[in-house]
């Protein structure tokens, strides 16, 4: 009984044991970076106007190593652009980096999802989803990219996988851009294709590499 | 202690002293395994709200499995037991090893239940295991469910919460309504947020139901199961309750008031409440099926 005992005991320490020497070293999470540092000021054709409004999570509380930033920007022919930045660090929550579809549900909006398209971009490849968003008279257009470790997610069942993946290559920080605009339709998507690759190729290295997944 | 039968081994008690070195044995295997995994929790899982009740339940398991074992009479399980028990191990240590690599919370925390299902089934049998059912049992609640099961399940439960108690103040008179999860009261508008989904009070309310079940030993089985089958409506009751009663504060009082200690005692006076009809509804089950019995 009591040798029964033991062998059950040796086996748990065996299982235990084998996965500290094949699980990867964990990162602990770093000092939280400074977004609204790496966010440029004027660039190409956009230059910054007071923000009137945002849409931000209804429960907006900055974990450890979080971060979170939003700033707006005017096109020369007057379209306006709202952005909003978020990092989570490794080992942090950030799967739950604040989804665009909960943000904007949880303040009343309806959501309707229309599809995922890319941007081509100096750094490669960057697919965004597209919603449309409606209360009452308010309509915005936003379309955002979310970076989990090296991947970006384009749905929410690859999200899962990724979370799986990048679990056993122990690289698991993520990255949020979103933007929207006023109004409608296709044409603002092609704003904020165009806003999207003139913001990228005006990042600094620094913010490239927190929210871009790596070549 | 009974007199042991030589004849047949397996029907044989446990000493004392054997069933101890067992449980220290056991234990040390049990730190080796979670002890990192509880490490891990500490600064990340169980820090969020939604799992403020794990080290209560962790700590409800251990003190019930104690008593248990403390009692004695174990026996050892046959080689059919050992071997079902070597099965559901190995499936719990699986999950654990593929939650530690692969990262994912909800592996290995639910791995708990089957290892723990496991050792005491290869080890006393289901005799054990029937004598134990309620701490490994209560395991279930330390599951660490991961954030968007939750949000799927609490994004839905918001606006139900916001749009019932918005409806029904304003049928009661009150000029209340709601968009999405913002409810607006007279000139104050307020946001449901997760919290007031009321998943806390749900599973708090549960686990507690589930102890007093265990420690009332009620023998009829219609009663128990008409306790536990109530704990979920009383729940969801109660924090439409706490949240109607929020609102009418910030209503009546101002915004301030509604975010003051009221806030919190709102929560704690409507638990109170919840428990206290539970309690009822179990003297009046047993009233009804427990005399026939």
């Known amino acids: ?177 979103r933007v929207s605009t006023l109004g409608d339709g296709e044409n603002a998507y092609a704003v904020h294709d165009q806003f999207l690759q003139d913001f990228v190729a005006a990042l600094p290295p620094e913010g490239r590499r927190l929210l871009l997944a790596s070549q | 202690m009974s007199v042991d039968d030589a004849s047949s081994l397996s029907r044989r008690q446990l000493s004392h002293k054997e069933g101890a070195v067992c449980v220290a044995l056991l234990a040390l295997g049990w730190a080796a395994l979670y002890a990192p995994v509880y490490f891990e929790f500490a600064q990340t899982a169980w820090r969020r709200e939604e799992n403020g009740h794990v080290l209560f339940i962790m700590a409800i398991c251990a003190g019930a499995a104690w008593a248990r074992i403390s009692e004695g009479r174990f026996s050892p399980a046959s080689s059919g037991e050992l071997f079902a028990g070597a099965g559901v191990m190995a499936i719990g240590l699986l999950v654990y090893g593929v939650g530690r690599l692969g990262e994912i919370d909800l592996f290995s925390s639910a791995s708990q239940l089957a290892v723990a299902f496991g050792a005491v089934l290869a080890l006393t049998g289901w005799n054990g295991l029937k004598r134990l059912w309620f701490p490994v049992g209560m395991l279930a609640y330390v599951i660490i469910w991961p954030g968007w099961a939750i949000d799927t399940l609490t994004a839905p439960l918001k606006l139900f919460v916001a749009e019932i108690v918005s409806q029904s103040l304003f049928a009661a008179g009150l000029p209340v309504a709601h968009s999405g999860a913002v ?52 729940a969801i009751l109660a924090n439409l309750a706490r949240v109607a009663i929020l609102v009418l504060i910030t209503y009546y009082w101002g915004y301030d008031a509604g975010q003051s200690f009221l806030h919190e005692m709102a929560g704690l006076v409507m638990f109170a409440v919840a428990l206290a009809a539970v309690f009822v509804i179990d003297a009046l089950a047993a009233l009804i099926w427990e005399r026939r019995s």
């Open chain 1, 1 to 177: 009984m009591i040798a029964r005992a033991a062998f059950i005991a040796l086996i748990m320490t065996g299982v235990a044991l084998a996965v500290g020497v094949v699980r990867p070293e964990q990162k602990t999470s770093a000092q939280a970076p400074d977004l609204a540092a790496m966010l440029p000021g004027e660039f190409a054709e956009w230059t910054p106007v007071e923000i009137a409004s945002v849409v931000l999570p209804v429960e907006s509380e900055i974990g450890p190593g979080e971060d979170i930033a939003y700033r707006a920007w005017r096109s020369s022919t007057g379209r306006i652009v709202t952005l909003v930045a978020a990092y989570g660090p490794p080992l942090g929550d950030s799967v739950r980096l604040h989804r665009p579809e909960a943000c904007y549900r949880g303040q009343g909006y309806q959501v309707s999802r229309s599809g995922v398209s890319p941007i081509d971009t100096p750094f490669g490849d960057v697919p965004l989803i597209r919603l449309e968003t409606e209360k009452a008279l308010r309509r915005e257009a936003v379309s955002y990219w979310l970076r989990d470790g090296n991947d970006y997610v384009q749905s929410e069942a690859g999200h899962q996988l990724l979370f799986f993946k990048r679990g056993l290559s122990g690289d698991a920080d993520g990255a949020l851009i």
């Open chain 2, 183 to 234: 409810i607006s009261a007279g000139s104050y508008e307020l946001l449901v947020v997760e919290a007031c989904a009321g998943l806390n009070s749900l599973i708090a309310l549960t686990a507690v139901g589930a102890v007093y079940l265990y420690v009332a030993k009620r023998q009829s089985f219609t009663v128990n199961l008409a306790v536990l089958l109530s704990l979920i409506p009383i």
